[in-house]
């Protein structure tokens, strides 16, 4: 068991690696009444070609086969519904998938034990026969067509399709109709015996409890089942291209406003030597400074009416097999899609900030790290987004803030290349 | 729950103190007379003072203060009963955790905000008002891509009675197009110089320091001693025959709203025993989702939701069109089965028992914390912890004939055209 202090924020974290492989993180939220518990596997809509276990050649898997299991996963052999189960204690449980986990969560006032040891048993004991995943397909056929009737899916899953070469990003997640209509009780066994192994599964609990108490009722919950030793999961690695897919392409859709996806792809071998969470941290105050809504450059495009709202931009990181991939993806809502992509170009050949305004933003970073602990569910959500960005978490994650350089930031404007691009326009349909 | 009353020049304030989170929590709110040409005016004033003032003003200037400030968060929303509300909520990290001092320029800069708008001469500043103007066109626009909004708008819009959820509180494009500055600046003091004006304050404050910042910012603000009482709307007529409609739209799926009024409903049974058929009806693995999800696969989702001051029940579920008329029997049917008060005990204690663990958490949420306060405070509902109480002793036949009061008004569905054939 280790230790993880954040002394920023005055916050303790405790975690264990279980004998089976589990990764548990604990913190106490001694004056608070609610418990927030996050189980997850990492195991998503992207994982669609692997070795199943007990199995010897890749098998390829119909698109929304991750999120049919997690709907199916809340059936159980004995009759007992898991909704049911978690409304008698007054708590709340959810799941939900994306492209690289899928998650299962509840969160309670009381009984924390009970409906701890609940979640990693329903989750832990499978049942799938032809009939209940016959009946599932049609609540699932009619999320997917709730889910088309939302431009901004198709138009990020356009995005996520032209950035990357690796081709299951072409299907959302919950799955094309056709494929989730073809989905059999045998796909969904092979994937669960092969990713919902505690070696590739996660434990998050935010709790009142003290930390020792609620460790304790997992490691007996888990200790009793007899997970075999899990080696690495075989997936079908591609091996993700430099190159973005397609570099422009526009989509006529039922919309009213126009909006443009501008994805820059960087290969980041260039900043082997740098921490991802160091490197968001200078690239955030980058764009905020350039083209953020606190920018000249953003302010100018309003007054000129060339685009409607903020410049708003998100910054992911990829890992593909050796590559990891840095995405920074503006969204802007245009009036002149041609003028703001040559603005927008010209301005990312020539960034730079002053050291005034490097410490604004750098405080803006801190500022905001500071809020993160304030509730429970905040608490949850620090940890589960650190542990998917890192891989990990660590007792500096936030003190690394504070260290933040303007010479380094003025290192990182010199080296990073900006011009490997995907833009995506959505458009309004004629008549529309 | 104890909280201090204080009043500073004709302004109520209320303070609930804690020491549990980092940040303090303000709402002022405004209360005064509205009419149905109001909507859009107010929607678009909150956006143009929200983006600049006298001192800060543009956006990035407005932006950099805040940051400032360690990165304060507000926002303006109205709520449209008897009488206008409108509200600014302020959250800002406690000067304990940033540095001295920080308390009072975070209230300076809300006030700020809210009485010294970017004007020049008699009208808001050009440049920043027609910012704000797009912005929010440009909002409608993708309000209308939503075809649960759209469901909502035209729904609504078919009731059959005279209440505020029938007109379209958002405002309209078209009305946007023709509000100039200086229309709009004579609505904002309109609402300046003819509300009244309420103070609640959520955190861990020194009372003696929080009132004298407030009185120091308030002093030469003028504000006049008025009151308005909000008052439920009692609907009484019956509706014979619903209105039936179906609209057509290039969606995929599509949108059925049920909506139904509650007729002769009491006090009594708008506080203790709505909450209790609402959950019953349309709570997470209740009688709909279990009925027309689960055991009939009609839907993704269904839910309820209600507007108890207006008598209003509304049930909304995104269905295929095939499924329309059995959706509707199945939702007839369970209303009628809750009439003939047939409901387990076990469905009473598991409503209970979210009630409960709702009332746990409560005080685990600055934002939960300053809803209690108001309701307390400005509505003069009684604590949460005493309405439980009540909550737990509501009876079978209480539902039953609660149940009974409900009167189907109209059947809405937006059909979606697409099918799937995306």
Redesign the interface.
């Known amino acids: 068991m280790e230790t993880i202090n954040l002394k920023i924020v005055n916050e303790k974290i405790i975690h264990e690696k279980l004998k089976n492989g589990l990764d548990v993180y604990i913190v106490r939220k001694k ?4 418990n927030n518990v996050r189980f997850f596997t990492k195991f998503g809509a992207l994982d669609r070609e692997f070795v199943p276990i007990n199995e010897k050649s890749m098998a390829k898997m119909p698109s929304g086969v991750a999120h049919f299991l997690e709907h199916k996963l809340f059936e159980q052999e004995s009759g007992i ?1 898991v ?2 189960y978690f ?6 449980i959810n799941a939900f998938t994306n492209y690289k986990n899928t998650c299962y969560h509840f ?4 009984d924390l034990k009970k409906n701890l040891e609940f979640l990693l048993d329903f989750v832990q004991s499978p049942y799938f026969t032809d009939e209940n995943v016959e ?12 889910n ?2 939302d ?1 901004d899916r198709k138009f990020y899953q356009t995005m996520l399709k032209n950035l990357f070469t690796t081709e299951y990003y072409d299907d959302p997640v919950v799955g094309n ?1 056709e494929d989730i209509k073809n989905i059999t009780k045998e796909d969904l066994y092979r994937c669960y015996n092969t990713f919902y192994h505690p070696v590739n599964m996660v434990l998050m609990v935010v709790t009142n409890l003290e930390e020792k108490e609620v460790l304790k009722i997992i490691k007996d919950n888990q200790k009793i089942k007899n997970y075999k030793k899990r080696f690495k999961i075989n997936k079908k690695e591609v091996t993700e291209e430099d190159n973005v897919k397609k570099e422009y392409e526009e989509l006529l859709e ?4 126009k909006r443009m996806s501008y994805a820059l792809k960087i290969n980041m071998n260039s900043f082997e030597e740098i921490r991802k969470v160091e490197l968001y941290y200078y690239l955030d105050i980058l764009l905020s400074n350039a083209v953020g ?4 450059f953003n ?1 100018e495009l ?2 000129k ?1 060339l685009i ?3 410049i708003q931009y998100e910054i992911n990181f990829n890992k593909s097999k050796e590559k990891e991939y840095i995405i920074i993806n503006f969204i802007i ?1 245009p009036n002149n899609e041609s003028k703001v992509i040559e603005l927008l170009d010209k301005k990312l050949q020539k960034l730079s900030i002053t050291e005034k305004d490097f410490n ?2 750098k ?2 970073i801190i ?2 790290n ?2 993160q ?5 905040g608490t949850m959500a620090f940890l589960y987004g650190e542990y998917n960005f890192s891989g990990e978490i660590k007792s500096d994650c936030l003190d690394i803030a504070e260290k933040l350089s303007y010479k380094k930031e003025k290192e990182i404007i010199e080296k990073i290349p900006l011009e490997n691009k995907s833009i995506v326009v959505m458009k309004p349909k004629m008549g529309n | 729950m104890n909280y201090e009353e204080y009043e500073i020049n004709n302004v109520k304030v209320y303070i609930y103190k804690t020491t549990k989170f980092k940040t303090i929590k303000i709402n002022m709110m405004l209360i005064n007379e509205y009419s149905k040409n109001d909507f859009t005016k107010n929607r678009l004033l909150n956006r143009v003072l929200i983006r600049s003032t006298k001192k800060y003003d543009n956006q990035i200037k407005i932006g950099k203060k805040s940051i400032d400030l360690y990165n304060p968060s507000g926002n303006i929303f109205d709520s449209f009963k008897k009488y206008h509300e409108k509200n600014f909520t302020y959250t800002f990290l406690n000067e304990k955790y940033t540095e001295p001092g920080m308390n009072k320029k975070n209230i300076e800069f809300m006030f700020e905000v809210i009485f010294n708008p970017n004007i020049v001469e008699d009208h808001f500043e050009p440049i920043n008002f027609n910012i704000s103007k797009q912005m929010l066109e440009s909002d409608y626009k993708m309000d209308e891509e939503n075809p649960n909004y759209v469901a909502d708008e035209i729904a609504y819009s078919l009731i059959s009675e005279d209440l505020p959820c029938k007109l379209q509180k958002n405002g309209t494009r078209e009305e946007l197009k023709n509000i100039d500055e200086k229309e709009l600046y004579n609505f904002y003091l309109k609402q300046i110089k003819n509300s009244e004006y309420k103070i609640f304050i959520v955190g861990d404050v020194d009372t003696e320091d929080i009132l004298s910042i407030l009185k120091q910012n308030l002093k030469d603000k003028n504000i006049k001693k008025i009151s308005f009482k909000g008052e439920n709307f009692i609907i009484k007529n019956k509706t014979k025959k619903p209105t039936e409609k179906i609209e057509k739209k290039p969606y995929n799926q599509s949108v059925l709203l049920i909506i139904y009024k509650i007729i002769n409903m009491t006090e009594y049974e708008k506080n203790y025993v709505l909450p209790i058929l609402n959950t019953l009806l349309g709570g997470n693995s209740f009688r709909l989702f279990n009925s027309i999800r689960e055991k009939n696969s009609l839907a993704y989702y269904i839910s309820t939701y209600t507007i108890s001051n207006e008598s209003v029940f509304e049930i909304e579920a995104g269905i295929a069109k095939s499924n329309l008329k059995k959706t509707v029997e199945l939702v007839k049917k369970e209303i009628i089965d809750i009439k003939k008060a047939n409901i387990t005990n076990e469905e009473i204690k598991d409503i209970i028992e979210m009630n409960r663990s709702a009332l746990d958490s409560l005080f685990d949420n600055l934002n939960s914390i300053l809803g209690v306060l108001i309701t307390m405070a400005h509505s003069n509902k009684e604590d949460p912890f005493k309405k439980f109480e009540k909550l737990k002793k509501v009876s079978k036949k209480e539902i039953s004939k609660l149940a009974g009061k409900l009167n189907l008004d109209v059947i809405f569905l937006l059909e979606g055209t697409k099918n799937g054939n995306n």
């Open positions: 004056d608070f009444n609610g519904s909704d049911d409304k008698k204690t007054g708590s709340y969160f309670c006032s009381k009946k599932e397909k049609g609540i699932i056929v009619q999320e997917a067509l709730m088309l009737d431009p109709v039922v919309v009213n406003e809504s606190l920018s000249e302010l309003r007054e009416n409607n709202g903020n809502y604004l933003f405080k803006n500022s905001n500071l809020y602990f304030n509730s429970i569910n």
